[in-house]
Structure formats: structure tokens, C-alpha cells
């Protein structure tokens, strides 16, 4: 069920469940249709590489971000930390994230 998210590439989220629980990073990528997002040095997963000369790649063991569901993270306030997301239609005709408990833009 793809659906429009809260959050966005470049978003400082912080984890709220599973073994990475407390860690705070900025969103890489997001999958809208699967409802999962990569968090920058979260969900490290290891990955054996076959090297390829023509492509510059070594090989050997890598590590890299795996997927996190978007249920799992929420978006970080500068001001209050972790925090729930309303939106907002402005002046403009702009639709704004604000934060929940402050009411501070959450958009650049």
C-alpha cells in the first residue's frame, strides 16, 4: 500500500524499535510502496561482494544500511527531540510538517 510519507530524504529520525533502538541519523533513502526507509550507520548489514575490475569494485565483506520500516522511526524536533507529526495548510497554499508538541516548522 504505497501512501504519502511523513517523512523525507535528508530527515534526522531517531529509532524507536528494534536492535537499534535510541539511534538517531539522517534518512538515505526512502520506499514509499514498501513503507521502508535506510537511516544513515542503522541496521548495518553485511554483504559479500564478488570483485569486478571493469566496475573498480575489491570485493570482500561489505557493510552497509539495511531497510527500517517507517513505523519503527520518528522524526526529530531540534527543540523537543523525537515527536509526532501534524500538517498544515499555509497562506501560500503550501501544505508545512509541524511538530506536534512545539508547533515549529519541520520544513526547510
Known amino acids: 500500500m504505497a501512501f504519502a510519507l511523513n517523512i523525507h530524504k535528508n530527515d534526522t529520525v531517531q529509532v524507536m524499535?528494534?536492535?537499534d533502538k535510541g539511534?538517531?541519523?539522517r534518512v538515505l533513502e526512502v520506499e514509499p510502496k514498501k513503507s521502508r526507509l535506510y537511516v544513515e550507520h542503522?541496521?548495518?548489514v553485511k554483504r559479500h561482494v564478488r570483485p569486478n575490475p571493469a566496475k573498480q569494485i575489491r570485493g570482500g565483506i561489505?557493510?552497509?544500511?539495511?531497510?527500517i520500516h517507517l513505523s519503527n522511526?520518528?522524526?526529530v524536533c531540534s527543540e523537543c527531540g523525537p515527536t509526532r507529526i501534524q500538517?498544515?495548510?499555509m497562506a501560500?497554499?503550501?501544505k508545512v510538517r509541524i511538530c506536534a508538541q512545539c508547533e515549529k516548522s519541520l520544513d526547510k
Open 17 to 19: 524499535a528494534g536492535r
Open 23 to 25: 539511534k538517531q541519523g
Open 42 to 44: 542503522v541496521n548495518m
Open 62 to 67: 561489505l557493510e552497509k544500511e539495511g531497510p
Open 73 to 75: 522511526v520518528m522524526l
Open 87 to 89: 500538517h498544515r495548510a
Open 92 to 94: 501560500e497554499g503550501k
